[in-house]
């Protein structure tokens, strides 16, 4: 996916358990709360089926989604919760 400058992607539930992987670029995303977490290049999310989630960037954002049922981060990848 990618968002250009002031680029978002509404808030909205995720379908399926997914994993948002930046790969360029900066911006922030949040959850339930208003608490927004600043997100980098090499950063990676993970939200769970149905979770309400946003994503938003000023200066543009390049990442990769992964959709799946079969998504179990705890896996691969460390927690910063």
């Known amino acids: 996916m990618y968002l250009e400058t002031n680029g978002i992607i ?3 539930p995720a379908a399926t ?3 948002l992987l930046v790969v360029n670029g900066h911006g922030w ?3 339930d709360s208003e608490k927004r977490v600043h997100v980098e ?3 990676a999310v993970f939200w769970e089926a149905g979770e309400e989630h946003e994503t938003r960037t000023d200066t543009g954002l390049i990442a990769i989604v992964i959709e799946s049922d079969e998504l179990n981060p705890s896996q691969f990848m460390p927690s910063r919760a």
């Open 10 to 12: 509404g808030f909205h």
């Open 17 to 19: 358990p997914q994993i």
């Open 41 to 43: 290049m090499g950063d």
């Open 29 to 31: 995303v949040r959850g």
